[in-house]
């Protein structure tokens, strides 16, 4: 029923069980500072615990166990010897006996020296914590008052000074309301500012209300110091003197790891952008500096395995994104053909397919133009919280490890600061990598991650065995095998026109307009939309998904709530956009709508001068006008045609050109215009048949 050691709780005081004797217990009282042991009977115990007087509680003293005092501190040698010192009274099964327990002691006491006093402290320690050798430990723990606020008096606490003259402040309640006006207005923000600089400040305001107090005897900077430790927890200055945008991102504890949210390969893809830390030339002049160039990265979280990338200068968009994402769901063999890598197969790089989720930033991947990822493919779609990097701590450590293969030995590559040392050159001015050698770089990167890349610190799951070899590669194949949540298989072809952004189509006799520029097909042309007609009823809010590199051809969605779409290609008014892309018609585009505004601007003020002139022109005809009210309105109006005669035969005899007589010049080289010899056809061409060539459509 009860057991040695077991604390028990009764009216209030808490007794622990010594030793049993016969139908006794031995206990004593855990919280007096006086008394030694004493028995009582079990059936009592029994009684009181039938009637909720008696309970067992918690050992206040059960972190005794967990101590262990190094060898030869001093911590052990108090302790080794104040057990040598009650070692036979602990030891004799009559310890609870005052006689026996007395004669003990006395003995004790005769042969070592020691006082009485001192071996029944010990004795009621030893029998209050547990009757174990570390009850006998001393509390130093408990010295000092370590982080306790000590009592103020008239005089300076503290070391007296050596040096510095003055016996220096008292740190009454008053300083210590002006140390926290300092602390929470100076030192508690994140703007960075320094304890001496709170100090400072302090000693302003302390000035002010004591202006005849001596430099010296001002609170230092020490006690300012001391008093911020004390008050302010470490956890609680390092909140207040970060943002908390850098707070959640790099200061605060990490509790779970990536690999903690995955089932296997493919079961999510992390997606992020960054600027590379180097400038490129152009591929066609190399003497052209053309920037820094736009890297995106996806990774698989289970094997770190680079699933695809793109290397360009498009901003970080969706626009971007696709063709990262593009990449990664796709067979990337002829893409490293494409850039020299004969060699590399499908069992060198095998993710292709869907994945189960995407994390991506908010606005790359956020909005209408993923819902057919999510609707077609059931690809679900994680956007990271703003400003929070770490949330993506698999891509986002991915692009340190890329740029270090090539940072050391390119040139061009950024420098912390553009200044130029002595004899040095502008980094910006010594790039000679072109794009595509980059790109380059970057596949032959990308392999050499997936296959050789150790992973020093991936944290292991409990069934992955000891000789696996920590290659994303190999976690790749192993995974495959032993894990669920692998890729699913899908259409090359839906996928990229599933990833290919979507924008509003409009829809006019002239074709189907995107950006401003008109395509067809001949789906649309029997649909009859093109038709010019009033009956004809032409559909609204159409979408269609278009390549940014390329504005020959959109695909149109003509359903809504479907994935059928028709492939349109440029109409002959939208010609000029032949072999562009859609980046060229934007700009194209805008330079035109500039152009267009400056001419209206033009053809306004034009259009003003030509109505005042139109005006005043007509203001002087009437000014001139005779008066006709001696001919009746009927004479007038007979007199027309008379009038209008004789008006045609003053307008004959005017010449509007009669050409001036020049010198002799070389006469003309005649063509013959039928037989004879003709090398080339100076006939004007016949559009007839390409005018009429769609009557039958």
């Known amino acids: 029923m009860f057991r040695i050691n077991e604390v028990l709780k009764y009216e209030d005081q808490k007794y622990r069980v010594l030793e049993f004797v016969g139908n006794q217990i031995v206990w004593i009282n855990i919280e007096k500072s006086s008394g030694m042991p004493s028995t009582v009977l079990v059936n009592e115990l029994l009684e009181l615990i039938d009637s909720e007087a008696l309970s067992r509680v918690a050992d206040p ?26 070692k036979p009274i602990v030891e004799n099964s009559k310890f609870y006996l005052p006689k026996v327990r007395s004669a003990l002691i006395q003995e004790i006491v005769s042969k070592t020296g020691t006082i009485k006093k001192t071996m029944y402290h010990l004795l009621r320690r030893y029998w209050q914590r547990g009757q174990t ?98 008050e302010y927890s470490q956890v609680e200055r390092l909140k207040k003197r970060t943002s908390t945008i850098e707070y959640t991102k790099d200061v605060r504890p990490l509790k779970g ?57 498009e901003s970080p968009s969706y626009a971007a994104a ?28 095998p993710i292709v397919g869907v994945p189960n989720a995407i994390l991506a930033d908010r606005g790359e991947l956020l909005g209408h133009q993923v819902e057919s990822l999510e609707r077609s493919f059931s690809i679900r779609i994680e956007n990271a919280p703003p400003f929070r990097g770490d949330a993506k701590g698999i891509v986002e450590r991915s692009f340190k490890t890329i740029q270090a293969d090539f940072k050391p030995f390119a040139p061009g590559v950024v420098e912390k600061t553009l200044i130029k040392k002595r004899g040095g050159k502008d980094y910006r001015l010594v790039a000679k990598l072109p794009v595509s050698e980059f790109k380059k770089i970057i596949l032959s990167s990308s392999l050499y991650h997936n296959k050789f890349h150790l992973l020093r610190k991936y944290d292991r799951d409990v069934d992955m065995p000891a000789d696996l070899e920590m290659t994303p590669l190999s976690l790749w194949n192993w995974g495959i095998q032993n894990r669920t949540g692998r890729l699913r298989a899908a259409s090359e072809e839906a996928l990229r026109i599933s990833l290919l952004p979507r924008a509003k189509a409009t829809v006019s006799e002239l074709g189907i307009s995107v950006f401003g520029v008109y395509y067809t097909s001949s789906e649309i042309m029997k649909s009859g939309w093109l038709h010019r007609s009033k009956d004809i009823r032409r559909p609204v809010g159409l979408q269609a998904a278009y390549d940014p590199a390329s504005a020959d051809h959109i695909y149109l969605f003509p359903y809504k709530g479907k994935n059928d779409y028709w492939v349109c290609t440029l109409t002959d008014r939208s010609r000029e956009f032949q072999g562009s892309s859609f980046w060229d018609v934007w700009q194209v585009k805008d330079a035109q709508k500039k152009s267009k505004a400056k001419t209206k ?54 010449t509007f050109y009669k050409p001036e007589k020049t010198g002799k010049g070389e006469p003309a080289k005649v063509l013959p215009l039928n037989g004879g010899p003709q090398e080339e056809d100076y006939s004007y061409p016949d559009y007839t048949e390409e005018l009429f060539d769609d009557e039958d459509i």
């Open 61 to 86: 003293f059960e972190e005794l166990a967990f101590m262990a005092p190094e060898q030869g501190s001093v911590l052990q040698k108090k302790r080794d010897k104040n057990y040598e010192l009650i």
């Open 133 to 230: 050798p570390n009850a006998l430990l001393p509390d130093y723990k408990n010295s000092g008052g370590k982080g306790k606020k000590r009592k103020v008096s008239d005089k300076k606490l503290g070391r007296p000074r050596k040096y510095m003259p003055g016996v220096g402040g008292v740190v009454d309640k008053h300083v210590e309301r002006l140390f926290r006006i300092a602390i929470d207005r100076y030192l508690l923000k994140d703007s960075g500012v320094s304890l001496p600089y709170a100090h400072r400040k302090f000693a302003g305001m302390y000035k002010n209300y004591f202006p005849e107090v001596l430099e010296s005897e001002i609170p230092t900077k020490r006690q300012l110091q001391y008093f911020y430790k004390r």
């Open 257 to 313: 790891t990536a690999n903690s949210n995955v089932l296997g390969p493919g079961s999510r893809f992390e997606i992020d952008a960054t600027i590379a830390d180097i400038y490129l030339v152009s591929d066609n002049d190399r003497g052209n500096i053309v920037g820094r160039p736009v890297i995106y990265m996806v990774i698989d979280v289970f094997s770190r395995m680079v699933a695809g990338f793109y290397v360009g200068f």
């Open 322 to 349: 696709m063709q990262a994402l593009a990449t990664a769901m796709t067979d990337k063999v002829q893409l490293c053909k494409q850039y020299g890598f004969e060699d590399v197969t499908y069992e060198d790089w």
């Open 601 to 654: 601007l033009k053809a306004e003020e034009q259009k003003r001068l030509h109505e005042e002139f139109v005006a005043k022109t007509i203001k002087e005809a009437e000014r001139k006008f005779p008066d006709t009210s001696h001919i009746s309105n009927a004479e007038r109006i007979r007199g027309i045609q008379g009038n209008k005669a004789q008006e045609k035969e003053s307008e004959r005899g005017i």
